[in-house]
Structures are given as structure tokens and as C-alpha cells.
């Protein structure tokens, strides 16, 4: 179950305080990742490099996260047939507007399946959804994390109750 | 491989244009689906009902489209850790960026794989590419229908230059 | 008077500071609530639970807050004829445009009383309003919180104008 | 329950396309109304005029729409205490947006009611769920009124399947 | 010269730290003013008891700030012919937006002239620009700001220019 | 009362349709005006000709609409101390958003007087009311047209109530 | 001066009625080029293909136009030093501003000369003033053009005045 | 190649941290610049003696930041037929999306070469770009910039990866 399943790119390392997100719940969710750094505008022979044969090496599903013209997930989905997880990163003065419209409002047969801005976890428990389909015990995981949820809003909700009785 | 895969969701029949692209695009890939009406605010129960064992009724991946205040992909999401890709949907004063934030913007944990405004051929790509992590059938598709884009816009490209041509 | 009337949802405990002041405004006027923390998305079945029976309970109005994709309060409308009351709260990227949207575009049959982003506090004055047509000492609370008000900008009034005097 | 109950006001006559479907709900579920053309703008005292002693009238509910800076409910709001419900209309080159913002974006202590841009139907059925908490019978129709919405989608799903069938 | 000739109202004295820059250009241009806060929504009487026989007390022109759902401006050109100026003031989640498309989207027949968002120096300006054509003294005053407005740029550019010399 | 004292000015032919609704008004209002043509961007020359000694030839108010990136109304104003009214105009795939926004965001020091989007109209009232601190006849004929406004509203009106007799 | 020396790539053909515009605009100029269709994400190699060794071939300026999520001109920034230009164009729900965003908010390093949305027309101006540092010849035919421009308002405005007079 | 080719020019001195980042990569490209403020608005007669004989006096590209209203780039344009490359800057309410629309969408005929909000590194590059067309020298100086970009890109993946280590 350790082995490598999820790529993770970003077009800078200024994104990575927010990818880290993803990397974060992968880990929790016990799913392999690999994470690099790549743009579709300063490094795109080397993004174009990381997609070539990336099913052979046994990646399944693509993160990408980037900001303002955010080209990098619909980069990557132009060179793959693998799902790709786009993430819009807020950054400059639209925040994030431009990249989520740069990442969703893709061409018809390149999808990418976008996330909310700045949603980078979002984008790991989609690619464990995704996984779920083939990988059986990571649907069991899953929802132990959703009944995890419910049980810290179930918490929340007491604590806030005992705090409003008279 | 006609088998049922993808479960295909609208919020009102007048959403039914835009998501038979969805369907029309899964059967060129010779993939199955069910496709039905069903509304997050006004028939609730039914969408529970749907979303239910929807794992042992065979659906590997949900696709949800729906307009203006589109909570019918976010609110299945709620209720399964199957795949969710959601499409906002064009209607009314605001033109789908209502339902494209609507969809989009989900909180951390319940993630909804966002397409194009009005993207339902991207969806159901999107579907087959998640499914091809499974079928490798499907991967042959997909990379075949990538030639037959390279192909079509190679004949216009062609068809363009003799245009031009003194 | 002190009975339970009014209901106050939120979708997550980081929407307490905001929702609060909705509780405050109840309190001010003399109208019972409850308050409790239930999303949309993490506990769908503790919110449907929270609504059944809900007029039974006495409950009139029901306020509910959310932020980003902020489907919580139509959601509470698609299981209630209650009069529902949505607070799109400002948090993330798009600073509540996403949740104003969500929560106020409802498709027709279910309607959701939106009022501004972060307005609270006039959810509470709004609920006091429709209890109003039924409760007519609290008619009279509103119209004296209307006459505070004037009051209130008198008096900044007259500062400013003394401040303001050679 | 023909005696009025919910008094209905537009900015000018070119709202009327908009403002007769809220009217048209109100007559399906046998709540009475009257609608007049009323302009914050153009006509201010006869919007004051028509808000005085307007809980002596019968008027329990005031639905106001309005486009473009569409100051007609918040300036009922300002001088009544009744619940107003704001309905955002079309018009000119912001479609609605301004509309919406200008109705919505109220200050703390005059809350206006706001549903989506052209939602006038959902306008009259707040209306009748505000009245619902006075008026049993009303209650009644509007959950006959949510079975009638139930049951077309129903019907609707039942024909999409129906087509679909090979 | 120094008789009332502009009146500043602002809805909030919240909305003071911007207005009071109106004033001040009107200060160093010799204009008299009269600053007061008064609410298109709180204290609507208020309002239109200060535009009343606003000609009479010599008042000619009025400059309106406001913030959010910002009607003051346009409440008060609905009750005076006189020239109403509009600042729509950046309070909220929304930075204005609002403010100005409720304060510029007015409907045919009752104009506000409006200013950038926060924009209450011009505010002053275009008030002294007014009062220009019927009082020459004026003109001379606002060629003199142009001048030493020219003259500051001047200074800037001869300082950055020394300070780029090798 | 007929001499000239409006300049009406339009960055192009295509705002001829806009604008003519302008001089309509001052028309009926019985106020003298000039029309042309030119632009900020492709007759600058003129433009600044245009604006040389403009209050010797009599003109006291200039109206400037233009679209898209609208600077023909901040243009005029960078060389004039009359006051300048500027009508964004629709026009493009921005829909009149980004004349509005290049015509209302000035920055200190040179205001331009903004309406509406395509309100050439108001650009007119507006024109009057600055012509009616000077002179009062002007005020006179604003006061009957007001009441006009009033007029028309009360016959839609009434024309309304009869239709909605039973 | 016939030879080929601007490249105009368009990212589908639905984009040639309006990047057309652009060619026969340099037609006018008597500036050679070259038009292809080819898609950033639909045929990458292709795009890469023409980029490799442009400037040996004589191609000077690019120009490229896409919509929605455009791509195009960020793509082939990224593999060339020459200057290019992208036109956003509209096409899709967000009318635009999802290919302006895409075009324009370049990262640091690889930026895309942005013209308005749909302004091919412009992007070969833009191209021919570009060129203009390097041949004087287009200097000389720009100035032309821009003394039309102004002969063709002058006209225009001739034509206006004539039909105003009395 | 230190000869003076690029002229900067600032709307006001509070643009100078961002426009500076243009003149420092033009710095390290070897490539002479002039810099000054001066205002569309404020000081327009001065950017006129600016751009008459700019070609004589050596200047090859135009680099014009404004912010607001942001006329000054579309102005110069208006003046000359060299390429004019525009910087909106973000100030104030609107975060920059006003001086985006303002310096983009420029009617046909004038163009303005736009780069990202505050994107003035860009400006520098493009100006570079467009020099390249006519210095060979400029071209290997970018080509090298381009390769440090990718070694900077290629340094953080290293160390990304040595840190992800186990």
C-alpha cells in the first residue's frame, strides 16, 4: 500500500506551504506519494519529462498546484490520460480568481478535475476517492476519516451546548 | 464493459441538454451509465436514496450537474467517498459563476472534482480517465480518442494553410 | 416569551464569532433560541435529524451560517417550510462571493432569506421581524431597538457637530 | 384567508414580467395580496405613504423588487418592522449583480429578506412560509405544494429513464 | 466666500476618517461646508428633513458617503435637484464593490455623481468644480491646486531622477 | 436660455445611439448643447483643442462617454476645471464593467462625475442640476419634470390596480 | 518586406473569425505572416514543433489566440525569447475574463504581451510597432494609419455636426 | 548597449517599489533605461513633450505603470507608434483589477502591450523581447535567463527531494 501513487507538482516553491496539505492527509490516509517542484512556464521540457511513462512507474493519479495564469494541471493533463487534480493557489492581487478560472475552464477531452482555491486537501482525499474504486482498504479508510469528522463536529457541537446552558 | 460504471445526476430536466454530452461522450468510449433527474433541494430523499450502496449497484464514479446555487454534486459528496465530479451549470442572471463557486468551493473533507462551466463532456472524460486506473481497456480509449483530437485539429490546421494559400 | 423560537445553525465552530452576534441580538430582544454547530457536508444526517419535527419543537425560525460553498442553509430549506435564514460568512480566497452565491440563488420552491455576508446580526433582526407578525410585544421591542438607533446617530451626530464648531 | 396579507411592490412597470410570478404563487396557495408600482427613487413618499400603518392594513409580509441600485426594499425596510423579502431584477449591463448587492448588502438593523436575481417566485414562498408560522393552514399547503414539486420530478425522471431505455 | 455652500452627510460616523478628507479640500480651497450623520436606513426623517428647503439655507451642493447596500446618496437625490455627489465607501467583505454600484447604478431621472470608492477628496473637488460656474473666485482656486499638483509631481520626478544619476 | 452650455463629447460613432438620449434631455429641459465626436485615444489633438478656452466659448458642463477602456471623460478632466460628467458605455465582452471602473476610479486631484453605465440620460439631469445652482430657471424646469416622473408612476399605477380588479 | 515575419496561432478554428482580424490588418500594413491552428492542450507536440527554431525561420512577433482556459500564449512563451502577443477571446459562460485572466497574469520570466479580449486587431498593431524598432518602412505605415484613424473621426465628426444643425 | 532603449514612466511615486523591479531586470540584462513620473492626469502636458521625439532621442520600448484609472499607458499610446507595454498596479479598493481593465481593454487602433497586475519584472522582459527582434545580443542574454530560471527550479526540486526523504 506504500507504493507510489500520487504525484504531487507545483509550479514554485512559494506553493508549497499550501501542497504540503496534500502530502499531510496522503500520509494519514496511508497512500504513497511523491512530490516535486516543475512549471509549466520556467520548466515545462522537465514537467513534460515527469508525465512520459508516469503509468509504468506506477502513478495513478496527478496532483498539480499553482497561482495567477495557473497552467500547470492543464499542462500535465495535456501530456496524460490520468486524472489530473488541479489546485488554483491563491496568490497576487486577483487571489486565486485567475488561477481557478485559468485551472477549471478547460478545452473539451482535457479535463481537470479542480479543487477549490487553495484546496490542496481536498485534492488528496479526491485522489484517494479516485483510488478507492481500484484499492478496496482505502474506501475503509475513507470512511473512518468521514466518521472522524462527524464525530469531531459531534465534539464541537457539545462543547458549544455546555457552553450556552445557563 | 457495458456493465453500469458511472452514474450520471441532473437537478431539473432543463439541465438534460447540456449533461447528454456527458452520456453521449461515455458511449463513443463504450463505457456504461445510468443517468436520472434528481434535485438536492427538492427531492432530497430521493438523491440519499441514489447515493445509498451505490458501491454494490456496480457505480464507480458519480457525475452531478446543476445550476445557480448547485449543491447537488456537493451534497452527494456528503453521502458517498465514491469519485464526485460536479458541473456547474449556465442559468439565470449570474451565468454559472454562481454554480461554478457553489460547486467548487467545498470544505475541506468532502471533495467535489469541479469541470468547465457547462463541461459535461469533460466530466464524463474525466470519469473514463478515473476508471482507467482500473480498466486498462479504458486507457486504450482515451488514448485513442487523444489521436483522433490531434487528427481533427491536423485536417483543419491543413484545411486552414490551402485556405491561405495564394 | 423566553420559550425556544428561534434555531441558529452553523456549519463549522469557526463560524461562532460571526453567528454569535445573531444569539446576542436574540438575546437583546427577548426572544429564546437554540445554537448548535452541524454541516451540511460532514453531518448531513444530524442536520435532516435537526429539522425533523422541528415546528413540534417550537421552533419558528431557523438562522443558519456558512461560508465558501455554503449549502447548509438551503439545504435546512429543502427539509423544512420553516422560514430559513441564511448568513453567507466570508471565509477563504473569494471572501463570502461564493457563499452570498450559494446561499442565495436558490432554485425555485425553496427559498433561503439571505441577508449581507457576515450579517449576523441581521439575521437575528430578521427572525425577530417574522416572529413579529405573530408575537406583537415583540413588534414593540423592534421598534424601540428602531428608536436606539436614532437615538445612537443623534448622539454621533451632535458630537461630530460640536467637534466640529469653531 | 382571501383577506390581504402580502403587499407587493415594484420600482417601475417594466419589474412587472418578474413581480406577477410572485403573485401567481400567492394565488396557488390562496394567499391574499395586492401589488402596486412604487419607486424608492421617483416616488418616495408614496413608498412612505403606503408603509404607514401598514400592520393596521392587514399587510403581514411586503415583497419589494427592484433593479440596477435597487434601494426599494431597503427603504420599506427603513421605515417598517415588518419582515421585507427583496427580489434583485435584471436590468442594464450588470445583470443583476448590482441589483443583488444593493438589496442585500443592508446595514446592521434593517435586514432585508434577499432572494436570487429574477427569484420572485421564491419571494412569495417565503412569504407564505413566514405566514406559515401564524396561519396553520398555510403550513399545509406548502408541504402539499413541496409533494407537487416531489412528484414532477418524479414524473420527469420516470420519462428521462423511459427514453433512455434501449 | 466662506458661507455654507456644501453639505457633507455621511451614514455612519464609522464612514468620518474617509469624509473628512472632503473637508479638508474644501478647507484648503475656502469653501464652507457642514458635516453631519445621518442614515438613509435609521433615520430616513432625518435625512429628508435636511434636504428640505436645502436651497433656502444655501446649500449647493451636497456630497453623500455611505458604505455596503450604499443608498444615502441616492435617497437624498430623490429628494432635492440640487447636485448630489457620491462616495461609495470600501467597508465589508465585498471592498466597495457594493457601495459603488449601489451609489453609481441609478435609474433615469434621479443621477448621482459619483467618485472612485473611497474617493472623497474628489468628492470635494468636483463640488468646488461645480461651484466653479457660478463663482469665478473658484476657478481661480482649483487652477492654483492644478498648479501645485504639477509642481509636486515635478519635485517627484527631479528627486528620482537625481537619485537614479550614477 | 438656449445659448450653448453643455459639450457633449463621444469617443466614437458607435456611442452615437447612447448619447443621443442625452441631449434629448437637455432638450426638453430646454438647455443648449454641442455634439461631437473625438477620442482620448485617436484624436487626442483634438480633444485638448476641444477643451482649450472651453469656458470662454460658454460651455459650463462637459459630458464624455466612451467604452471599453474609457479615458475620454478622465481625459477631458485632466485639462479642465469645469466640472465632467462621464458615461461609462456597454460595449464588448466586459459588458461596460471595465469603462465603469476606468471612469470612476480617478485619482485625486481630477474627478470625473460618474453614472450609470449607458446612463446618458442621467448625464443630462445631472448636467441640469449643476447648471440649476446658477440658474433658476433650470431649477424650475427639474422640479416639473420631477413631478412628471411622479405623474407617469401614479397613471402605471393606477392603470395596474385596475387591471388587477376582479 | 513580403516576408513571413509574424506567426499567428489560434488555439481552435471556432477563434479564426475573429483572429483573422489580425491578418488582415497586417495585409493592410503589407506585413508577411503566417496562421495556424494549434492547441495548447489538444496538440502540444505540434505547438513545440512550430516554436523550435522560429526565429531561424524568419518569424519575428508571435501572435496567439485562445479562450476560456487560454493557454496558448503562456505555452509558447515558455519556449521561445521572441515577443508574443495573446488575445483573449471570448467564448463560454465568463465571456472572456477566464481567457484575459489566463493570458495575462503571467509568473515573472515568461510574459505574454496582452491585448484587449477579442482584440486580435490590436495584437497586430501591437505586432507591427513592434517590428516598427527594426524597420522604419512600418514606422512611416503606422503613422498612416493612425493619420486615417484620425481623418476617418474627423469625418465623422464633420458628418454629426452637419446632421445636428438646425 | 548601454544607450538609453527603454523609457519608464510612473502615474505617481507611490508605483515606484513595484516599477523599480523593472529597471532591475533591465539592470542585469545589460539594458540602459531612463526612469520618471509623471501623471495622464495630473501632469498631461508633460508625458506629451515626453513622447514627442522619443524615437530621436534613442528610446526604443515604452514601460507605463498606473494604478486606478489607469490611463497613463493608453495615453503615451495615443502619442506614439512605438511599443507601449502596460503595468497595472493595485491600489486601492479594487485591487488592481481596475487598472487591469483600464489598461488593457484599448479600442482598436492604440494598442497597449499588458502584462500582469504589478507585473513590472514582466514588462522589463517583454521590453527585452521586443528589443531581441533587433539585438542578437539581447536574445543570448534571455536565452541565459531562461536557463537560470530552470536551474533555480531544478535547485528547490533538489533540495524539495532531499528533505521528503526518509
Same mark, same amino acid.
Given at each position: 500500500?506504500? #507504493?507510489?501513487?500520487?504525484?504531487?507538482?507545483?509550479?514554485? #516553491?512559494?506553493?508549497?506551504?499550501?501542497?504540503?496539505? /496534500?502530502?499531510?492527509?496522503?500520509?494519514?490516509?496511508?497512500?504513497?506519494?511523491?512530490? #516535486?517542484?516543475?512549471?509549466?512556464?520556467?520548466?515545462?521540457?522537465?514537467?513534460?519529462?515527469?508525465?512520459?511513462?508516469?503509468?509504468?512507474?506506477?502513478?495513478?493519479?496527478?496532483?498539480?498546484?499553482?497561482?495567477? &495564469? &495557473?497552467?500547470?494541471?492543464?499542462?500535465?493533463? &495535456?501530456?496524460?490520460?490520468?486524472?489530473?487534480?488541479?489546485?488554483?493557489?491563491?496568490?497576487?492581487?486577483?487571489?486565486?480568481?485567475?488561477?481557478?478560472?485559468?485551472?477549471?475552464?478547460?478545452?473539451?477531452?482535457?479535463?481537470? /478535475?479542480?479543487?477549490?482555491?487553495?484546496?490542496?486537501?481536498? &485534492?488528496?482525499?479526491?485522489?484517494?476517492?479516485?483510488?478507492?474504486?481500484?484499492?478496496?482498504?482505502?474506501?475503509?479508510?475513507?470512511?473512518?476519516?468521514?466518521?472522524?469528522?462527524?464525530?469531531?463536529?459531534?465534539?464541537?457541537?457539545?462543547?458549544?451546548?455546555?457552553?450556552?446552558?445557563?
Amino acid at each position: 500500500m506504500k #507504493d507510489i501513487k500520487v504525484g504531487i507538482l507545483m509550479g514554485s #516553491d512559494s506553493d508549497l506551504p499550501i501542497m504540503q496539505k /496534500a502530502s499531510e492527509v496522503l500520509r494519514e490516509l496511508g497512500i504513497g506519494y511523491e512530490m #516535486d517542484i516543475s512549471s509549466a512556464h520556467r520548466t515545462p521540457e522537465k514537467v513534460i519529462q515527469y508525465v512520459k511513462d508516469i503509468r509504468k512507474r506506477g502513478i495513478e493519479v496527478i496532483i498539480a498546484g499553482a497561482g495567477m &495564469a &495557473a497552467h500547470l494541471a492543464g499542462f500535465i493533463a &495535456a501530456h496524460t490520460t490520468l486524472p489530473v487534480i488541479g489546485v488554483p493557489i491563491r496568490s497576487g492581487a486577483l487571489a486565486g480568481i485567475d488561477s481557478l478560472y485559468s485551472t477549471v475552464q478547460m478545452p473539451p477531452g482535457i479535463p481537470v /478535475a479542480t479543487v477549490a482555491i487553495d484546496g490542496a486537501k481536498n &485534492a488528496a482525499y479526491l485522489a484517494a476517492e479516485i483510488l478507492s474504486i481500484k484499492y478496496e482498504e482505502i474506501t475503509r479508510r475513507l470512511e473512518d476519516q468521514r466518521q472522524d469528522m462527524r464525530n469531531s463536529i459531534e465534539e464541537k457541537s457539545k462543547r458549544l451546548k455546555k457552553k450556552l446552558k445557563p
